[in-house]
């Protein structure tokens, strides 16, 4: 199983947003892991949540935990890598935002994500400012979009949350996980797509 590298608090404000969804509501999800997990046991009804996913490694872990996890195959887990050497993106690293050669990723090139039911977006893979201003074309006035791990990196994604409504900024108050174990702060932004 893979549990989300998010805080307790992050997980409670994405399970308030599920659960006020419709039964019927489209979900998408930039980056993939212990959130597609933990969307996977939330979905009732018709929901379907979109996911894309560019690491190879993380697409197979994460489709293997989905194998018991989403008996009902609620969950499109869809991979598209760059086209360019991996090295060009290190992990936590400012260079993680280069939208070289991602098209296919940020664009979800091939998936047949039904747009206009989309009522929640999470970005929490790469290239995150290229897929909040990608998502700003696609979603419908105050869809919920959540972009987690904004807290000290503000100055990596600022011009593309400015396309947005923020609705909760991070507390940075809550204990949670991370790869090491490590408590860490609470890092999710809420946004909303604006009022027409």
Not at 92 to 104: K, N, R, V
Not at 106 to 111: C, D, F, L, M, P
Request: hydrophobic share 40%.
């Amino acid at each position: 199983m893979i549990d989300p590298m998010m805080t307790l608090d992050d997980q409670q404000i994405i399970t308030a947003a599920v659960n006020a969804l419709p039964d019927d509501a489209v979900l998408v999800e930039y980056g993939s892991g212990g959130s597609t997990v933990m969307f996977s046991k939330l979905l009732r009804g018709n929901q379907k949540l979109y996911t894309i996913e560019h690491n190879v490694d993380w697409f197979h872990k994460v489709k293997t935990a989905l194998q018991t996890a989403d008996p009902d195959k609620r969950v499109s887990l869809t991979l598209r890598t760059p086209d360019a050497d991996a090295s060009v993106w290190p992990f936590g690293h400012y260079y993680e935002e280069t939208p070289y050669a991602c098209a296919d990723y940020i664009h979800a090139t091939g998936v047949d994500i039904p747009w206009s039911q989309v009522r929640l977006a999470l970005v929490d893979g790469f290239v995150r400012g290229s897929v909040l201003a990608m998502l700003a074309t696609k979603l419908i006035p105050d869809t919920p979009v959540f972009l987690h791990d904004y807290l000290d990196r503000e100055a990596w994604y600022d011009w593309a949350v400015r396309l947005y409504d923020v609705i909760q900024l991070p507390s940075g108050s809550s204990p949670g996980y991370n790869e090491r174990g490590a408590v860490v702060a609470n890092t999710l932004l809420s946004l909303k797509m604006k009022s027409a």
